[in-house]
């Protein structure tokens, strides 16, 4: 997953993609920011494949677990979905040059506060799945099982 202190770092590498897409041979017709950002291709880790592959939540109903558990399991799948999409957002905003530096530092404030409570709310609900599994006294194979969805 990226941190936020690598994230600068990566918005450096995206701006100066933007950058030689937007300066080309000047004979060529000039390209827009738009034009630019969509020769940028993003791939997915192999975790974030299998978090939005598993957002259906299937394996998880499926799976013997008790309700508790699997409610548990599919919130923090929708969590962790939302801190990576927050995580982009703010990869963006970082590498849009054209915000100033001031509304670059706003926004990227705003996301970073919201990853913090998403942050927050992923601690929340381990803290209640930590809860739950020491209530439900799971058999080794249900620790595994919840172990393999967990991933």
Same mark, same amino acid.
């Given at each position: 997953?990226? !941190?936020?202190?690598?994230?600068?770092?990566?918005?450096?590498?995206? %701006? $100066?993609? +933007?950058?030689?897409? %937007?300066?080309?041979?000047?004979?060529?017709?000039? +390209?827009?920011?738009?034009?630019?950002?969509?020769?940028?291709? +993003?791939?997915?880790?192999?975790?974030?494949?299998?978090?939005? %592959?598993?957002?259906?939540?299937?394996?998880?109903?499926?799976?013997?677990?008790?309700?508790?558990?699997?409610?548990?399991?599919?919130?923090?799948?929708?969590?962790? %979905?939302?801190?990576?999409?927050?995580?982009?957002?703010?990869?963006? +905003?970082?590498?849009? $040059? !054209?915000?100033?530096?001031?509304?670059?530092? #706003?926004?990227? #404030?705003?996301?970073?506060?919201?990853?913090?409570?998403?942050?927050?709310?992923?601690?929340?609900?381990?803290?209640?799945?930590?809860?739950?599994?020491?209530?439900?006294?799971?058999?080794?194979? #249900?620790? !595994?099982?919840?172990?393999?969805?967990?991933?």
């Amino acid at each position: 997953m990226l !941190s936020i202190n690598n994230t600068s770092n990566v918005t450096g590498h995206l %701006a $100066q993609q +933007v950058s030689v897409k %937007a300066n080309r041979d000047p004979e060529d017709p000039p +390209v827009d920011k738009l034009t630019a950002l969509q020769g940028i291709k +993003v791939t997915l880790s192999e975790q974030a494949q299998k978090i939005s %592959a598993a957002a259906n939540n299937d394996d998880i109903d499926k799976s013997s677990l008790p309700d508790s558990i699997k409610q548990a399991l599919k919130m923090l799948r929708e969590l962790k %979905a939302q801190l990576a999409e927050k995580q982009a957002q703010l990869q963006s +905003v970082m590498a849009d $040059q !054209s915000l100033s530096d001031e509304e670059r530092m #706003q926004k990227a #404030q705003g996301i970073q506060s919201e990853i913090a409570t998403l942050n927050g709310a992923i601690a929340t609900v381990n803290g209640n799945l930590i809860k739950a599994i020491k209530e439900a006294g799971l058999s080794p194979d #249900q620790m !595994s099982e919840m172990t393999g969805l967990m991933a």
